[in-house]
Nanobody, 127 residues
Framework: QVQLVESGGKLVQAGGSLRLSCVAS????????MGWFRQAPGKDREFVAA???????NYADSVKGRFTISRDNDKKTVFLQMNGLKPEDTAVYYC?????????????????????WGQGTQVTVSS
């Protein structure tokens, strides 16, 4: 069982920046594939960014060039740096992990590929 705890969400003005953090439990974080998803009111959960064990990354087209995912294996933490925020980025942001990928696995972009989820953190971007 892996627990994920997100933090860093808040109210920010359009054009601003935020950094979300997600701390994982367990002793094998370096072997985890990590991802960020978001869900806006009345919409389905959608992929935002992912980082594989190899540190390869993948991004949704809507956030490319604005968001950066990274990981610190020593701190068992994955980050989502969000710059140039827009009102349409408003959502609850969820961290997720798959603990069973192999080193050569690519970043996972489908929610059904993840086994464990955090409780979410609210990001609100005002216009």
């Amino acid at each position: 069982q892996v627990q994920l705890v997100e933090s860093g969400g808040k109210l920010v003005q359009a054009g601003g920046s935020l950094r979300l953090s997600c701390v994982a439990s367990g002793t094998s974080f370096s072997r985890y594939s990590m991802g960020w998803f978001r869900q806006a009111p009345g919409k389905d959960r959608e992929f935002v960014a992912a980082i594989a064990r190899s540190a390869n990354t993948n991004y949704a087209d809507s956030v490319k060039g604005r968001f950066t995912i990274s990981r610190d294996n020593d701190k068992k933490t994955v980050f989502l740096q969000m710059n140039g925020l827009k009102p349409e980025d408003t959502a609850v942001y969820y961290c997720a992990t798959n603990t069973r990928t192999i080193l050569s696995s690519p970043p996972l972009i489908r929610s059904e590929e993840y086994s464990y989820w955090g409780q979410g953190t609210q990001v609100t971007v005002s216009s």
